[in-house]
DNA sequence: CTGTTAGCGCGTTCAA
DNA sequence: TTGAACGCGCTAACAG
């Protein structure tokens, strides 16, 4: 009986195909594709050839549900890539997983912790070898070991308190410590805060440096100017504005990310071009996380700098030394990457 | 005989374990999972449990090899992630194929076509159930249909002479037409160009938008002005130096990407810090691409804007439609997004 | 409502 | 060096 004609709409050529073209069984086929160990190379030739004039491809789905056979899927989730800075980060995962020959099934959470735990179901069910996970809060019961059902995961920017898994992080209050510190040295006393809220775990460390580093100036926190919970640019440009119209407005800022910083930019220049609302006031500021063009704004800007490529590479490295590597790396591990306060323009 | 204890570092259970746990039949375990219909309540209550106890997660891979069933998959290759552009375009898309509840698997070519190439074939053994592409080049074999064995394609942001694909572009030439336009009412004269090169699809078109309105103008090309092939900031900003070291500079710049626009004002930046080079030249710029932060710059900036996001979600549309909607959409369809000129600063 | 059979594309195992 | 048989996890199709 002849085979049905190709009636659905993405229909793929099998091994089968390529096998009878070729004048073989599939397993020829198979083992052609495999690297070729012991087929004749005359038949392997055929096979080649009926595998390109068909335009073959191996199902790598079929491939995997074998036993031992990886997916060659890691799946990433991210909680925002519009943010640049996680663009990057992305962007140095691929590079790594790539290295390994390996693809990212991608997902953003949008901070959202109940899509983050879609994602992970999702991402385990097609079989990835590994998980990379910025998570978007401490909520940790689907990032436990036996919800992942072994599968390794590291965590990226963040950790969470009582998961028992890799990370690879920031030295988020050395940074914000030495960053503040740099607007304290300068003479600076009236510094404000723009950030996470607390339950974050870069929030809380990063406010954890600025504090620290105002207690070691003998300084006093003063709550109204420690604005957190800003999660976008909008809402850090109110903020901003809302110090601004303090009473008596800050002559600093510290901003703990890069949405933020920009957000009080944003509202810094509003001010500077309207005249009725400039007050004469424009504070300096440090933030944490680079942005683009920073030295050709008209305030003082220091940066803490990191490499958020580097901090994706590093954390598919982590990944890939966990999958393949000693099986002795020990239990989870926590690595820090530094960071390097830079002053952009003073 | 006993099951064999779970060796493989990932052992997953399957629908078997979870059946033999509630006491039914597999087949019932997959209707379950299927949404119950013809499964007794009470029956669906005894596996539901089961798959929670062990944490059953269905494998995906091999629900996918079965005739007719889709992977779930949406291939998306990207140029460059590093690009904030790119990094919005990847959450636009990222945004409706969840909606449609389909993953996606991200690969960055790095302007590189035979990566291109590798990526695709990749995501085609994965069979993805539709593919986006940025296209790195003119290069087209590889995106010619019968090499995509039917698999939908979507090419975002750039087209390609002679596939006959779905694309979703943007309004290159009336945006640089306007864009470079907008300059000469002002009085400008000496316009320099920094783009992509000319085989590049939106190098091509925004390069043609930069002419008419020149030639409406009656003013000549300048080809001392016209730099392009610039890739990266790094790259944009020394053709920029370059061009304010002429005898007689540009008095603006009609930038025709993201990138070249960082690069170019991180030079003229570097200019007005360094009184010894400054020559007192400060050229407006009007940049295809919104960036952030473009209110404060020091010099007047013009924005070509349109919305990366929105772009990647319509791609994202156009491919859905193709795989769901009416099936009389017709040949390949090309939608242009617009783009509106903006003075941010003047 | 439930279970049995069969087969998706591939590759390991074993036989020729 | 090659092929046949088998089974990976899952689910249509067909009993019962």
């Known amino acids: 009986m002849e085979a049905a004609a190709p009636s659905s709409p993405t229909w793929q050529p099998t091994v089968k195909e390529v096998a009878k073209l070729a004048g073989v069984s599939p397993m020829t086929v198979s083992r052609t594709l495999a690297g ?9 030739d055929r096979v080649l050839e009926a595998v390109h004039q068909l335009g073959y491809y191996r199902n790598e789905n079929a491939r995997s549900i074998r036993p031992g056979q990886a997916s060659g899927l890691v799946g990433v989730a991210i909680t925002n890539l519009g943010n640049p800075y996680y ?100 003479g600076h006393r009236r510094i404000a805060y723009l950030g996470n809220v607390t339950s974050v775990f870069t929030g809380r460390r990063r406010f954890d440096g600025y504090v620290r580093a105002l207690e070691e100036f003998g300084i006093e926190i003063d709550p109204e100017l420690v604005r957190r919970g800003q999660q976008d640019v909008e809402t850090a440009s109110i903020a901003m504005h809302d110090l601004l119209d303090l009473a008596d407005p800050p002559t600093a800022v510290f901003s703990a990310n890069n ?8 509202a810094i220049g509003a001010r500077l071009n309207s005249p009725s609302k400039n007050r004469g006031i424009l504070p300096a500021i ?4 680079d942005f683009e063009l920073a030295e050709l704004m008209p305030v003082p800007v220091t940066v803490v ?42």
């Open 36 to 44: 070729g160990k012991n087929v004749r190379p005359e038949v392997q």
């Open 286 to 289: 440090v933030s944490f996380d």
């Open 87 to 186: 663009g990057n980060f992305a962007l140095g995962v691929e590079e790594v997983a790539a290295q390994y020959g390996r693809r990212i099934v991608l997902g953003n959470t949008g901070e959202d912790t109940g899509r983050e735990r879609q994602l992970i179901a999702d991402f385990i069910g097609r079989q990835v070898e590994g998980l990379i996970v910025v998570p978007s809060s401490e909520d940790a019961a689907h990032l436990q070991p036996d919800s992942l059902r072994g599968t390794p995961l590291v965590l990226a920017s963040r950790s969470v308190r009582g998961v028992a898994a890799d990370a690879v992080v920031l030295d988020d209050v050395g940074g914000a410590y030495r960053g503040t510190r740099s607007l304290l040295v300068t």
């Open 259 to 266: 949405r933020n910083t920009v957000g009080a930019l944003k």
């Open 305 to 346: 700098d990191h490499d958020a490529r580097e901090l994706g590479r590093e954390t598919a490295r982590l990944l890939f030394a966990r999958l393949f590597g000693d099986k002795d790396l020990g239990p989870a591990r926590e690595i820090e990457m530094p960071t390097h306060v830079r002053v952009v323009r003073a």
